[in-house]
């Protein structure tokens, strides 16, 4: 697997499991932007916000999970696209 494919593996595992701003810092540049036309995350304008966001999503959905449907990287330009269907039970 090509670095930024395990740099992207690992951020998103990090961030889509509700870890938090604090695992997937690491993996980001300071300020990443993020948006969303998603109504609950209009307002969240960094992957920092996004981040700590999915964590209360994953503190309401304790057995949330996500399947990886596609994983696009192109290495040239550094891109990285993944294409998931995240889930879990409410209980909040």
Do not use: R
């Not at 949330?64 to 696009?72: D, F, G, H, R, V």
């Amino acid at each position: 697997m090509s670095d930024i494919k395990n740099i992207a593996n690992s951020f998103f595992e990090a961030c889509e499991t509700g870890k938090g701003w604090q695992a997937c810092k690491d993996y980001c540049i300071e300020d990443a932007s993020f948006s969303s036309h998603a109504e609950p995350l209009l307002d969240v304008k960094t992957i920092e916000g996004y981040s700590d966001w999915m964590t209360g999503v994953c503190l309401m959905l304790p057995d949330s999970n996500y399947e990886i449907k596609s994983l696009t990287v192109e290495e040239e330009s550094g891109h990285v696209s993944f294409f998931a269907v995240f889930s879990g039970t409410h209980t909040g």
